[in-house]
């Protein structure tokens, strides 16, 4: 099988990646690299190698993970369903078998607001994993006067943690805001969306979603 080691090692797939976030980054987008897609995939693998989930599913999950914003390469509008295409195209070329190709292919293709589901629990990792990447870290623009929605949302999380708890019926996203940079009314006009599909997604996992801002419960 191929590995998530192997597609990190592919030197096509880093330019591709590359190539994406510049493109993004001339949009005034946040950073959509390799560290946006690494901590996307190690969290995919938190999520379903504390469910219980084997190791060949898991697999998937970090190369869907890792590939999931390639499509942004094409056009940030439904970066998903073209970067689907373009991943059935590299993974095909790599041999990978048919199953898993499909498996990977379908998750990328269902992570976008709007137009994805968790249609299985590699697409449901995947969008969790994405939609909970929010960090200061991402923010690209240093001039903190010019700051759109985006960049003050992101730049006021002091920390994100993801977690699953012992008994493995509830995932929560918590949060450290610092509220001079961005409020969290800011925060639910840009990701009540992503929010409610993390929800969904949580549910397709057997768990329930919660949404923890300065050590209050939200959602």
């Keep these: 099988m191929i590995t998530y080691d192997e597609i990190k090692k592919n030197e096509d797939i880093k330019n591709y990646i590359t190539h994406a976030d510049k493109s993004l980054e001339a949009l005034g987008f946040?950073?959509?690299?390799?560290?946006?897609?690494?901590?996307?995939?190690?969290?995919?693998?938190?999520?379903?190698?504390?469910?219980?989930?084997?190791?060949?599913?898991?697999?998937?999950?970090?190369?869907?993970?890792y590939?999931?914003?390639?499509?942004?390469?094409?056009?940030r509008d439904e970066h998903s369903q073209s970067g689907a295409v373009m991943a059935f195209r590299?993974?095909?070329?790599?041999?990978?078998?048919?199953?898993?190709?499909?498996?990977?292919v379908t998750a990328i293709g269902n992570h976008d607001e709007g137009t994805g589901v968790a249609v299985n629990e590699v697409a449901a990792a995947l969008i969790i994993a994405d939609k909970?990447?929010?960090?200061?870290?991402?923010?690209?623009?240093?001039?903190?006067?010019?700051?759109d929605i985006h960049d003050r949302v992101n730049y006021s999380v002091r920390s994100s943690?993801?977690?699953?708890?012992?008994?493995?019926?509830?995932i929560q996203l918590e949060l450290d805001i610092d509220t001079k940079f961005g409020s969290v009314m800011d925060y639910f006009e840009?990701?009540?969306?992503?929010?409610?599909?993390?929800?969904?997604a949580a549910e397709k996992l057997g768990l329930r979603f919660k949404l923890v801002i300065n050590s209050q419960q939200l959602l």
């Design 190 to 200: 840009i990701f009540m969306g992503r929010m409610i599909m993390c929800r969904k």
């Design 161 to 170: 943690t993801v977690t699953i708890n012992e008994e493995k019926t509830i």
């Design 132 to 147: 909970t990447d929010v960090r200061r870290t991402r923010v690209r623009n240093s001039d903190i006067s010019t700051f």
């Design 67 to 75: 590939l999931h914003d390639i499509g942004n390469l094409v056009n």
């Design 30 to 65: 946040t950073e959509h690299s390799f560290a946006h897609v690494s901590r996307v995939a190690h969290t995919a693998k938190y999520i379903l190698e504390t469910l219980g989930y084997e190791k060949h599913k898991i697999e998937l999950a970090m190369i869907a993970a």
């Design 90 to 104: 590299i993974l095909d070329k790599l041999n990978m078998e048919s199953n898993d190709v499909a498996t990977v």
